[in-house]
């Protein structure tokens, strides 16, 4: 989080999130889906990590990605989280 500046204040909503994710898993894939890492990002994101695909297994890179996507989309983990649910998708 202090890596992209995200205040702590979002932590408790981006360890939900995660944790949806199919439990949170380093470099977790989806077969359906193409999904990977511990926020499942899909493989149009994959850019969205330091190294790109290098970074799956890497658990650091893997919260950098996903953070990015969830503050890019969303702004915050707050309104992601609320979206998330809105959705049904956790």
């Known amino acids: 989080m202090l890596i992209v ?11 939900g999130l995660m944790a949806q994710e199919l439990g949170g898993t380093v470099n977790l894939r989806n077969p359906r889906s193409g999904a990977r890492g511990l926020f ?6 994959y850019e969205l990590n330091p190294d790109g695909i290098g970074s799956f297994g890497n658990a650091v890179d893997e919260c950098r990605g996903g953070i990015r996507y969830i503050l ?3 702004h ?3 309104s ?3 979206a998330w649910q809105a ?4």
């Open 72 to 74: 890019g989309r969303y």
């Open 76 to 78: 915050n983990a707050a």
């Open 40 to 45: 499942q990002l899909l493989p149009s994101q």
């Open 5 to 15: 500046r995200v205040p702590l204040t979002q932590f408790n909503d981006l360890l």
């Open 87 to 90: 959705n049904r998708w956790i």
């Open 80 to 82: 992601a989280r609320l």
